[in-house]
């Protein structure tokens, strides 16, 4: 992969994690919660519509995992636009380490929460977001 190439991919894990933002923080208002909750279903599954999205705390909860995501997702891409071609390596393996530890920490989480399903879920997006990031670029 060139250096250009990684740039690129960098805007495509940007894109893969913001969005998720605004799917979660659009769902605190009723009208646009379907998506979310399906999501939170998802993620728990199998689709059973056994999560209880309506409750306060719940909504809560993913309007701040939304904020936080669409942030997260923001500053690889902007590391991607304005720092990577400064300085490839550290980005990449910045990116990398960021990714690697949400794996980690979600996917124990939701183990430990009884839902196990999810930590396979995050492996797919891992590696689809990770991809040819785990290696280091050439020039080219």
Known sequence: ???AQQRRWLKFTAIGIALFG???SLGTIPALAEPARWSLDLLAWPLDGAQNYAADTSRFLTAITGGFLLGWGVMVWLLATRVHAL???P???TVVTGLV???LLDSAGSIASGHAANAGFNIIVLLILVGPLWWPAHEG
Do not use: L, Q
């Open 91 to 93: 980005v990449r393996r």
């Open 22 to 24: 605004p799917v979660f």
């Open 87 to 89: 300085a490839p390596e």
């Open 1 to 3: 992969m060139t250096i």
């Open 101 to 103: 530890a949400w794996f």
